[in-house]
């Protein structure tokens, strides 16, 4: 870890708002808990952003040699309408709506999220949990805050008895949000008057009739509260204590609030060492929000198909465009801005061919690679600033183009080493392709998996189903799982 040394980790700690060196628990193990989507609906481009900034952590940390366990969650289950502890559920609301089970809408978003992640080039996780696989831990949970006098049960729900936790220890510390404060803010009793106090939040909720998603629990059908889940499978696959906890700025308060209360009741420990928060999405000054009418989607963003798009963006574009914004300032996004990162991304990559082919020269000012390499470790280091190492990235840009109109002298060992810092900046570390890789990859295994799914649709007819089945598992064999459905059959890589 050569650039730890002189240039360490630095990371903005949003607990105590401050840029902290970065020390993990058990070197060279890291833990990462960020929280996931809700399947419910289609990924919003401010979800891109948030999955990408972690995507940049997981990159960088894995580059500097730290094994990263990075785990992301799906949430299948509790996250309420208006995200408070009354009102349907996100995702059994879909489901009547589209007339399906809750775990069809489930399954048919995150297959969804999947594809967009995918489209982005944005990795996966190591352990993508869900809730609904994790309720036996959730009720465990819920037993050890109630043993601990934190928690209280009402006709069949359990809630978190926030006053009683404020009273001997910070709540509020993430947000800085005082108590008072909080209680000046919350809205109406309506629905609420279970509890003791409103700033009190759900563990576990009784199913009401008719409530489609439910299980049984030692206080009756029904279902944990949105928070539960994410203290539940951060500590469960990292420890009680781990290193990074990300989300976006909006899951600060209440959602990783109420983590950090959850944890310290249960088990008397902080869980997280280091809070990471992503900040927003704008569009020319206006916050995006569907409300708005200014909300794109990914695949919008990428087709062009909105209003407010000039024309369609290739997602390694966006990508770029995305990393020349600090993954804590809020990203502006204008067709302007937009159509400047194509240029500077198409500039950038020109240069990489050229440095392919570039022979060393003797003649023209000298430049100093190596200065070069430290300049883009240590912006890297400092927060993830990836504009700032995007800048230092255009120096090298002038200099191979210098070299290649003989204004700029670069040896051998010069351009090897500018090869290897080109080839780790862009492709290891933003996690940028080329635009024909990109496409290329895309549209082969869309062209064979179609040539595929058409033989397993012959064979079945046929009732060869002994070919049918091979064809499925040769498939699930590398990773592809292939699903019936009354559309036809659709395919998923793990
Ligand atoms: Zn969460």
């Known amino acids: 870890m050569a650039n730890q040394q002189d240039h360490p980790l630095q990371l903005t700690n949003t607990l105590t708002r401050k840029k902290e060196k970065f020390i993990p628990l058990d070197p060279p193990h890291v833990g990462i808990y960020v929280c996931g989507p809700t399947v419910y609906s289609d990924v919003h481009l401010g979800n891109v952003r948030s999955f990408l900034t972690f995507d940049i952590l997981f990159r960088w940390l894995t580059f500097l040699g730290y094994k990263v366990r990075y785990v992301r969650?799906?949430?299948?289950?509790?996250?309420?309408?208006?995200?408070?502890?009354?009102?349907?559920?996100?995702?059994?609301?879909?489901?009547?709506?589209?007339?399906?089970?809750?775990?069809?809408?489930?399954?048919?978003?995150?297959?969804?999220?999947?594809?967009?992640?995918?489209?982005?080039?944005?990795?996966?996780?190591?352990?993508?949990?869900?809730?609904?696989?994790?309720?036996?831990?959730?009720?465990?949970?819920?037993?050890?805050?109630?043993?601990?006098?934190?928690?209280?049960?009402?006709?069949?729900?359990?809630?978190?008895?926030?006053?009683k936790y404020a009273e001997t220890h910070a709540y509020g510390e993430l947000s800085g949000r005082k108590i008072e404060d909080q209680l000046a803010n919350t809205r109406g009793t309506e629905g609420q008057e279970e509890k003791r106090s409103p700033l009190d939040f759900a563990l576990w909720k009784k199913?009401?009739?008719?409530?489609?998603?439910?299980?049984?629990?030692?206080?009756?059908?029904?279902?944990?509260?949105?928070?539960?889940?994410?203290?539940?499978?951060s500590t469960k696959y990292l420890g009680l204590t781990f290193d990074i906890h990300g989300g976006g700025m909006d899951l600060k308060f209440p959602h990783h609030e109420c983590e950090i209360a959850q944890s310290v009741a249960a088990d008397g420990v902080a869980p997280v060492r280091y809070w990471m928060h992503g900040n927003m999405l704008t569009v020319e000054g206006r916050k995006m929000a569907k409300s708005e009418g200014n909300g794109f989607t990914p695949e919008e963003l990428v087709t062009g198909n909105h209003k407010l798009l000039e024309r369609g963006y290739s997602p390694m574009t966006v990508r770029f465009f995305m990393l020349q914004c600090h993954y804590a300032?809020?990203?502006?996004?204008?067709?302007?801005?937009?159509?400047?990162?194509?240029?500077?991304?198409?500039?950038?990559?020109?240069?990489?061919?050229?440095?392919?082919?570039?022979?060393?020269?003797?003649?023209?000012?000298?430049?100093?690679?190596?200065?070069?390499?430290?300049?883009?470790?240590?912006?890297?280091?400092?927060?993830?600033?990836?504009?700032?190492?995007?800048?230092?990235?255009?120096?090298?840009?002038?200099?191979?183009?210098?070299?290649?109109?003989?204004?700029?002298?670069?040896?051998?060992?010069?351009?090897?080493?500018?090869?290897?810092?080109?080839?780790d900046m862009l492709f290891t570390v933003m996690g940028l392709m080329s635009e024909a890789e990109a496409k290329s990859g895309?549209?082969?295994?869309?062209?064979?998996?179609?040539?595929?799914?058409?033989?397993?649709?012959?064979?079945?007819?046929?009732?060869d189903f002994a070919a049918s089945d091979l064809i499925r598992d040769k498939l699930a064999e590398l990773g592809v799982t292939v699903k019936d459905t009354k559309d036809g059959p659709v395919w998923e890589r793990a």
């Not at 029904?222 to 539960?228: A, E, N």
């Not at 440095?355 to 400092?382: I, Q, Y």
């Not at 062209?447 to 012959?458: C, F, I, Q």
């Open 73 to 163: 969650n799906i949430t299948d289950v509790g996250h309420l309408v208006d995200d408070i502890d009354e009102g349907e559920d996100k995702i059994a609301k879909r489901a009547r709506m589209e007339r399906l089970e809750p775990m069809e809408i489930v399954q048919k978003y995150t297959n969804g999220f999947h594809d967009v992640m995918r489209l982005f080039n944005i990795l996966p996780p190591s352990i993508e949990p869900t809730a609904t696989g994790h309720l036996i831990e959730q009720i465990v949970m819920i037993e050890r805050i109630i043993a601990n006098g934190y928690a209280y049960v009402v006709n069949g729900s359990v809630y978190f008895d926030v006053p």
């Open 207 to 233: 199913a009401e009739k008719g409530h489609l998603m439910h299980w049984p629990s030692p206080w009756g059908e029904g279902f944990p509260g949105w928070h539960l889940e994410c203290s539940v499978m």
């Open 442 to 463: 895309d549209e082969l295994s869309s062209g064979l998996m179609n040539v595929l799914l058409t033989l397993r649709a012959d064979a079945k007819n046929r009732k």
């Open 329 to 423: 300032s809020t990203l502006d996004f204008s067709n302007a801005a937009l159509q400047a990162a194509e240029k500077g991304l198409q500039r950038i990559m020109a240069a990489y061919d050229i440095l392919a082919k570039l022979k060393p020269t003797t003649e023209g000012t000298a430049f100093d690679v190596d200065a070069l390499v430290n300049a883009c470790n240590a912006a890297m280091n400092d927060d993830l600033n990836t504009p700032v190492m995007i800048a230092h990235l255009f120096d090298g840009v002038r200099a191979i183009n210098g070299a290649n109109d003989g204004n700029v002298a670069l040896s051998e060992a010069d351009i090897d080493q500018l090869r290897i810092l080109f080839d």
